[in-house]
């Protein structure tokens, strides 16, 4: 969790025409400060940064002066929910927009593009817009589109959490877990459950499936991230290695490096040079590392098959278990 | 309108675990098919790309799979609509990992950032995720989601419009309208929509309020479009100019070229020098175009206040009528 206050140097001045709401703003402006709070430090960070630049909040007082002038009660957290919601849809066009134009400042400070860079203002920009849809869902109630959400803003928080650690060995054996939770098994676990939300199925069903897919996901992942150590070019359509090129280091790879391959003398930008990364997939298979990637993949996806132990048979059940017992032997 | 259907070259083979669900993922191809259609043709171009390219639509056999297991009607309109949400959801991050790793070829066939470029492949990322939230508020029923998300989509559609105008006045001239409705009037319009639909208020009032925001937000981007033009770089925080140096033409150089500004000469790589732009802005205002552009903005702020005339009094009502007096004598 990070502790970033909005506009911590700045008096927040609603101009004249927002006073039959300025309180209500004031309210607006803490439900931001607290969804844009995210166990990802760096999207917590860039969040805060593009919201502490300032900005009119002509969006949120248009939702709440609406909301107003048709006789709503304006300070209810669904209206003020609501308002949050449109200033972060905002904002996350704000951030892509700077990575479009290439834009140094805006409203006189810098842009998080020039920053952070264009990847990490893409990846903020998507986090944001999946925390607006997250807001709207909460103020509907819990349903798949809370469940879904939920999945994007994962989503977004790993791919920004993969961006920060690329290069860094150390750093993708501290999050790799974390990084494959995120950015696979997440929106996997999220498809079960809305199939067990679409049936209204019991708190413990509903569970049950979304550890299969949680298991199924984290199983899908390495047995992907091993098909760059040794999967078929012509199936894949990537070369061996692209990973490494990439400066991410998955499972296989860091098995072999506890395995004492040395990795660091090759690691001089943070990225591998493609001759390179050929050359550590081969070292990879040769000392067992991408064997036993193999077998945690296969362990994952018996514990997705599992995890449906209590359901009852059926058709699909059987077609679900086909495929967590398909899926680490596939080869694209 | 545009009329890619998927995989054109391409038979779908569903993998065998699938069997008890196959045609009902054929029917999620139809959904994700009619859901990527869009008026701005690109953004329908692209997307048909990354799905055509290929992909287990594992993500979709999941939802269904797991809907069925737990006893739901798997043919629902319901099931079928979130299954390919999902799966947008997904693509919608492949667009932007794509970017990100700056990856030429996924599947054997090239990237939409190879192909298009990365400014086209954030937009397009942005629209597919809107759309599968705009997916979900439909499977939910009308409510505030499925008005903020339509404008979620049209401000990744029009962001892409703009991207392609981009240092073309004749395709400026033909798409200013909707670039500035879409990327700024929609999302306004939604916000005061959604203070409506808060309220429980009827179609007429609903309605009435959706066309003050949109004028509302026309005013406001003419305004910042004149502002590029006639601002105080002090108070905007950026030079005069920098939409021409973006080759981005707006409503007060449009009018100064239909008065005979000579333009076309300067622009040579489309985009206009730093010096260049700060000349162009300065006979923008001597040709008396700007002052035009001003008062087009002025109308639009009164068509506005107009389309509050039958909404009861309130002091909501009087700041939602200071506020579209205020916006077009704004300086930043």
Known sequence: MCAYALRPNREVVHPEWTSPVADKLDLVERVIESTIDSAVELACEISSHVFSAGGKRIRPALVVLSAGACGAQVDAPRVTGIAAAAELIHTASLLHDDVVDAANARRGVSTANAKWGNTL??????????????????????????????????????????????????????????????????????????????????????????????????????????????????????????????????????????????????????????EDARRVAVQVVECGAAEEARRVAEDYAGRARNALTEIADSDYKAALNALASSITARDL
């Open 121 to 274: 203002s893409v990846l903020g920009g998507d986090f944001l817009l999946s925390k607006a849809f997250s807001l709207l869902a909460d103020a509907d109630g819990p349903g798949v589109l809370t469940v879904l959400s939920a999945a994007a803003v994962s989503m977004a928080e790993s791919e920004m959490l993969q961006a920060v650690c690329e290069g860094s060995i150390d750093s993708w054996r501290a999050g790799y877990w974390r990084i494959i939770h995120g950015k696979t098994a997440s929106l996997m676990a999220a498809c079960c459950e809305c199939g067990a939300v679409l049936a209204a199925a019991d708190e413990s069903v509903r569970l049950a499936f979304r550890d299969y897919g949680t298991s199924f996901g984290v199983a899908f992942q390495i047995t992907d991230d091993l098909l760059d150590i040794i999967g078929d070019p012509a199936q894949t359509g990537k070369d061996i290695g692209t990973d490494l090129v990439n400066g991410k280091f998955t499972l296989p790879v860091l098995l072999a490096y506890e395995r004492g391959l040395a990795l660091t003398p090759l690691v001089g930008s943070g990225r591998l040079s493609a």
